[in-house]
């Protein structure tokens, strides 16, 4: 399974950006898909997951901001993100079973 994410881009705080992530190959089998998050000098950070039950769990700190959501017809997740913060600026990256990754796009939350 490859990805190709899309959706980045520069956005003012309290915008809103969809992130999605497509996949070349079925999803089918795939037991959990996320995002996760680099930001220069940290290490990634967990955003959010969904199961194939479709279970959800999200970081505190985008809790009630951001929905995470899979479109199994579209070999596609999504993650929505209202109410940005320059804090979450940085490059995001989704995956299926921490095992296939997308290339990453950049997120930057600035007036």
């Known amino acids: 399974v490859q990805f190709v994410e899309s959706g980045g881009g520069l956005v003012q705080p309290g915008g809103s950006l969809r992130l999605s992530c497509a996949a070349s190959?079925?999803?089918?089998?795939?037991?959990?898909m996320g995002w996760y998050r680099r930001t220069p000098g940290k290490q990634r950070e967990f955003v959010a997951q969904?199961?194939?039950?479709?279970?959800?769990t999200y970081d505190d700190s985008v809790k009630g901001r951001f929905t995470i959501s899979r479109d199994i017809a579209k070999n596609t997740v999504y993650l929505q993100m209202n109410s940005l913060k320059p804090e979450d600026t940085a490059v995001y990256y989704c995956?299926?079973?921490?095992?296939?990754w997308g290339q990453g796009t950049q997120v930057t939350v600035s007036s």
């Open positions: 190959g079925s999803m089918a089998g795939i037991r959990v």
């Open positions: 995956h299926a079973d921490y095992i296939h």
């Open positions: 969904i199961l194939s039950s479709s279970t959800t």
